[in-house]
């Protein structure tokens, strides 16, 4: 029986408004309800940068939120890439850049 590991890797970059308008505080509370772990960070290009991981569904749900965002964002587009899970991550936190 092939090993079926649910675990995903999805890191996600989304343009459009999206810094100044609780993005980061949706993100993350989106990301806690699902169970995932990670981090969302505002870009320096203007960007949310996101790397979540967890349960595939899960993390299909996550996708689906960032195309939304948050009520006062405006999303244009979101660039995702897959890959397996890393297991580096503990919680899901906001990081800050410095």
Do not use: I, N
């Given at each position: 029986m092939p090993d079926l590991d649910p675990h995903k890797q999805v890191t996600a970059v989304v343009h459009g408004y999206v810094q100044g308008v609780s993005?980061?505080?949706?993100?993350?509370?989106?990301a806690n309800r699902l169970?995932?772990?990670g981090w969302v960070a505002n870009q320096?290009?203007?960007?949310v940068k996101v790397v979540a991981e967890g349960?595939?569904?899960a993390l299909h749900q996550l996708v689906a939120f960032l195309h939304e965002g948050?009520?006062?964002a405006s999303v244009q587009r979101?660039?995702?890439?897959w890959a397996d899970a890393t297991g580096e991550f503990s919680r899901f936190?906001?990081?800050y850049m410095g």
């Open positions: 993005f980061r505080y949706y993100t993350h509370r989106t169970g995932l772990t320096r290009d203007r960007t349960d595939e569904a948050s009520p006062a979101v660039d995702v890439k936190s906001v990081k």
